[in-house]
């Protein structure tokens, strides 16, 4: 593991994964990146045992596993090179703004049979999509769980700790965040 005062101290400390950060119950976290001091930074780490432990200037402690680390960036070799894959196109200074000229020919969609059935097709709504960041598939059945039927033509749908799908509803009382959307607290 590199020293981690080369890895990003917010994209680190935004991902403890401790009990104050975390819900322990669903893995929400329980802050906000932008409440984190603007001068945070590593006071003080150590690796032990499979794990990175970090003191940070705000009095902190977090606990990393290495294996975790070097596996979350999408190359593969840790956070410090995260966004700067030569492949990965998601960073701040890659996004472009809408023009009128990108829709000069309408908005980009597709029939969902044609999704389907024809390649080419599926290829120009991917294209759109990491492109201009949308699509319209007109035509989808309105069935249960079809939303994931959508999401598996674009790839591999991830589970995780809230399962394969999960329903967002208001909740007078809720245990996570999505939950809380559109409620006062």
């Known amino acids: 593991m590199s020293d981690p005062r080369a890895l990003s101290g917010y994209w680190l400390r935004d991902n403890c994964p401790c009990v104050e950060c975390r819900d ?10 932008t409440d984190l001091p603007a001068d945070l930074a590593v006071r003080e780490s ?14 902190h402690r977090s606990r990393y596993p290495l ?9 593969g070799h840790g956070p410090e090179n995260a966004g700067r ?17 990108d829709f ?5 969609e597709a029939h969902w ?4 059935a024809d390649p080419a097709e599926r290829a120009a709504v ?25 999401a598996r033509t674009f790839g591999h749908v ?15 009382d809720p245990n996570n965040l999505a939950d809380a959307i559109g409620t006062r607290r």
Request: glycine fraction near 10%.
């Open 24 to 33: 322990p119950g669903n893995g929400q976290k329980l802050f906000q990146i």
């Open 46 to 59: 150590a690796e032990r045992d499979g794990h990175l432990t970090v003191l940070w200037t705000d009095g």
């Open 67 to 75: 294996a975790w680390l070097a596996a979350a960036a999408p190359d």
């Open 85 to 101: 894959h030569p492949g990965d196109h998601r960073t701040e200074a890659a996004k472009r703004l809408w023009r009128a000229a």
């Open 104 to 108: 000069a020919a309408g908005h980009p």
């Open 113 to 116: 049979d044609a999704h389907l």
């Open 126 to 150: 991917l294209r759109a999509v990491r492109h201009l960041g949308f699509a319209v598939l007109r035509g989808v059945p309105t069935t249960d769980r079809q939303v994931l039927a959508v």
């Open 158 to 172: 991830r589970v995780t700790n809230y399962g394969e799908l999960f329903d967002v509803r208001v909740e007078p």
